[in-house]
């Protein structure tokens, strides 16, 4: 079809040339941000200290949230169990990404999490692509979904409560993409009498798995202690 995008089989692949300039296009809209964002912040600034140290949080949320990103899709890689059609049960992968909004809130946890759904986009070599509006339901707006952790940052249990609200929402938007592109992919040996129920089944079902294992870690007392020393470092 063209340099970019390629399509076999009543499938969209990217072609080399699509994904390289997808993460080229990723890293400019990162840069663009974090320039703007600083530029915002010292116009704000009423001395120069005041800039200095606004300068240096910026730069620390930068680090902290490219460590935490790093570390989320190095982590989706170690997968438990994989779906046959998209999806797996990962060793906490989405926890990191959902990190970034309990530490700096919404704003920087949805652009973070923005950022994330280009790399699993990227990680799946366009695989599970049908067309523009299905990548927008199963990987932007889902994998943006994580950065509504930053909502409950100032909570108590922010983390964990953060973490169970970004998730279903992660599978909300994939369980309305299943119905809006993936019925025609439902087993012929799921029950027809719930056939509506597929893509609630598919989506919540690993998700609940990985969400479960990761609360349980979470709710362990030297991980509670290690993820509030972890916060104090990104936030003071």
Known sequence: MSNFITYEDGYYFLTKTGLTCLLVIGVILLLAVALIRTKSELKDTKSEL?????KRISTKQ?????AALALAFL????????MPYGGSVTLCSML???????????????????AYSLLQLFQDGGAWMLSPLQVMFD????????GFSGFFAKS???LIKGYLVAV?????FNTLGGYFFWMDSMPEEFPQSIAFLY????NYGFVIVEAIITVIILALPATKSAFKRVKDLATN
């Open 50 to 54: 005041k800039a200095e140290k606004k």
């Open 62 to 66: 930068t680090v902290f949230s490219a």
């Open 75 to 82: 982590l989706s890689y170690v997968k438990l169990f994989s």
């Open 96 to 114: 990191f990404v959902t990190l970034i909004g309990y530490w700096y809130g919404p704003v920087v946890g949805i652009m973070s999490a923005l």
């Open 139 to 146: 990987y932007v707006f889902a994998f943006a979904a994580l």
């Open 156 to 158: 108590k249990n922010g």
């Open 168 to 172: 279903f929402f992660r599978a909300l």
């Open 199 to 202: 893509p609630v089944v598919y």
